[in-house]
């Protein structure tokens, strides 16, 4: 499939909870039990809180790394910009992502609570492990080959960018529905029901990227 951009997978919370079960059950399967989570922010925070709830941990702590800018577009490397925001010295710690692609954030996090947090242990886990990825994490849910993952708590946000680079890619500033339906399968693999494409324009319009409502186009406010 020769695509015009990246290829994008569209996920829902019930991938979501099957992928955090599988990582959970691996974790329950090792004989291993945290005493603490820490969720990588932004990423990691909603499969940080459903790993609380499938192993029965209540402390939930953060950190924030800053790695991919705009959708599937890398930032530069890795870094740390909130520290660890909670006491894990002596702790058995889940530090938990959502996805390993090039690994640097995980690693950078891991180092970062080793250092200043004195734990007892640091593992790793995520819903999704690219294959070739320098960092392994000691638990995840799935092996993929590099997609970039829609996750459903980052759908407007990808979905925004998305279409603001086909509008690049197209130098155009107005199309149809029906042009940005063919256009996000062309680039990206994406196809989407007209409900959800109308709550995108609406959040687009919000944003004040595109001019809405104003008619059935899908017009750039420049
Ligand atoms: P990395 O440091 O390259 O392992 O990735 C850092 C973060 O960027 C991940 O935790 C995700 O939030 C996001 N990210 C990287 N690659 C992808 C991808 N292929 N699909 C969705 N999100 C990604």
């Known amino acids: 499939m020769d695509l015009k951009g990246p290829l994008c997978y569209v ?8 992928y955090a079960y599988q990582t959970a059950l691996k974790i329950k399967q090792s004989g291993w039990r945290p005493d603490v989570v820490v969720g990588i922010a932004r990423g990691g925070w909603v499969h940080a809180r459903i790993q ?15 790695h991919w800018g705009v959708t599937a577009t890398k930032d530069g490397k890795a870094k740390l910009s909130v520290p660890l925001v909670g006491d894990v010295e002596g702790k058995r710690v889940l530090l938990v992502d959502d996805i390993t ?36 994490p000691d638990y995840f849910g ?20 998305l279409i603001m680079k086909i509008y690049e890619g197209e130098k155009i500033s107005e199309m149809s529905t029906a042009e940005l339906k063919k256009h996000l399968r062309e680039y990206n693999n994406i196809v989407l029901s007209d409900e959800k494409l109308s709550k995108i324009k609406a959040h687009m319009g919000f944003l004040g990227h595109i001019v809405y409502p104003l008619d059935k186009m899908w017009r750039l406010d420049e």
Do not use: Q, Y
């Open 142 to 161: 799935v092996e993929i080959t590099w997609a970039w993952e829609i996750w459903p708590w980052n759908f407007f946000e990808d979905l925004t960018s």
């Open 101 to 136: 692609d090039t690994g640097e954030s995980l690693t950078t996090a891991v180092e970062h609570i080793i250092e200043v947090g004195k734990p007892a242990d640091v593992r790793s886990a995520t819903l999704m492990h690219i294959a070739g990825s320098k960092f392994v």
């Open 11 to 18: 996920l829902d919370f019930d991938d979501i909870n099957n």
């Open 52 to 66: 609380c709830d499938l192993l029965g941990i209540r402390s939930l702590f953060s950190v924030k790394v800053d």
